[in-house]
Every structure is written in C-alpha cells, then in structure tokens.
C-alpha cells in the first residue's frame, strides 16, 4: 500500500499568491522527508530536505524565502510556494525514508497563471 | 559529485520483446542503487534496491543486476501494462538520492 500521500494533487493559482502542499507518511514516523521538483521530461531534482522539529535543508539555487518547508510533526511536512509566479509550475513530489529506501508520495501539479 | 546516467532515453519494444536498460553510475562510495517506475503524472514507484556488485533482484518481468560501475534492468516478455518511464538513482556517501534522466518504455500490442 501507499507509503506516503500528498495534498493537493492539483493546483492552479494566480501569480503572486501562495500554494501551500502537504506531504503525509502513512502508518509511521519520518524524522526526515525529501521535497522534489520535477519537470517536463526531465528527472526529479532535491530542492529540499525536511527534518522534524528543526530547520530544513536547502540545495544549492532552492530560495529557501520562497520554498518554506515546515515538518512539525512526525507524519507531515509542509511546502509552501509563496509569491508563485509561472516558472514556479512544476511537478513537486515528497519522499520518506524507510529503511535506506525513499517512498515517494503521488506528486502535486501545480499551475501557476 | 554523484552522477548516473541512463541509457537508451526512449526504447520502443514489441510485447513478449525482452530487452535491458542500462543504468551508468559514479558515486563515492554506493550505499545503494535504486530503480524505481514512474508513470505519467504519479510519484515514483519503488522497484529494487541493490547494495553491491553481483547482486540480483527480480520482480515478475524485471530483474535487475548491479556491478561495480553499471545496473541492468532486463525485462522479459514486456506486456503493454509495463509502459512507464523507469529511474535508476543512486546513493553514496552524502545521503542524497541521485537520479538519471530515466529510460522511457513503450511496449506495443
């Protein structure tokens, strides 16, 4: 079964507004969750890696004021897309480890006008 | 710095038309190799994680085999059902997954 979901699958927004994603380990605990981007055939690239209870890490060219990943709790972590404009439109997909493997969530179109 | 490489980019077979993909990779010090399936629109779907050189791992159609620089995806008999594109990602000492661009399989009736 499903290992980790995401919320919204979907999104469409206006430029400038904020778009909120909530990526969810089902059935255990993820101290760590990875945020991905992905577009049009090309392979997923780490924007981020999401640590419970502190700060998270940013790869090198991720705005880490534009990308604001929050993981307060043991099962969810949040990416935020604030003041989004049309080349922020992407394939944005999370990840948890599970022993030494990633399981990665169902991905989250977002459309920015 | 961690790379992969992953060959052909797009592979077109006949069903029942066995063939491999070729996974190329360098990395510092493998702590394992990955192969996942992704189909259009959805997240990656974990296949075979492989820890060191000569092992092998198989799944229905697909097996997948490790040496010390590359991995082999071979799958047997393809049906239409195994269209998607597969990943090959590695990681090393840094902890981060690396992936390839993919290899994109279209199996035909």
């Known amino acids: 079964g499903a290992v980790v979901s995401q919320h919204p699958s979907r999104v469409i927004c206006k430029s400038g507004t904020s778009v909120k994603i909530e990526c969810r380990s089902l059935d255990f605990q993820a101290t760590t969750m990875f945020w991905y981007r992905q577009f049009p055939k090309q392979s997923l690239m780490l924007m981020a890696t999401?640590?419970?209870?502190?700060?998270?890490?940013?790869e090198q060219g991720v705005e880490k004021d534009k990308f604001l990943i929050n993981h307060a709790s043991l099962t969810l972590s949040t990416l935020t897309v604030t003041s989004a404009h049309p080349e922020d439109s992407s394939f944005y997909i999370c990840?948890?480890?599970?022993?030494?493997?990633?399981?990665f969530g169902p991905g989250t179109r977002l459309t920015v006008l | 710095e961690d790379q992969v490489t992953q060959s052909p980019e797009a592979l077109r077979l006949q069903e029942g038309e066995s063939s491999s993909l070729n996974c190329s990779y360098t990395?510092?010090?493998?702590?394992?190799l990955f192969w996942y399936r992704q189909d259009p629109g959805k997240g990656p779907e974990f296949l075979f994680t492989?820890?060191?050189a000569g092992e092998e791992k198989e799944k229905e159609r697909l097996k997948a085999t490790l040496t010390k620089k590359e991995s082999f995806l071979h799958i047997t008999a393809p049906k239409p059902e195994d269209s998607a594109t597969y990943l090959c990602?590695?990681?090393?000492?840094?902890?981060?997954?690396?992936f390839g661009t993919g290899t994109q399989l279209k199996v035909e009736l």
């Open positions: 492989l820890y060191s």
């Open positions: 990395v510092s010090g493998l702590r394992g």
């Open positions: 999401s640590n419970e209870g502190s700060k998270a890490t940013y």
């Open positions: 990602a590695v990681t090393g000492g840094g902890n981060k997954l690396t």
């Open positions: 990840s948890t480890t599970r022993t030494d493997t990633q399981y």
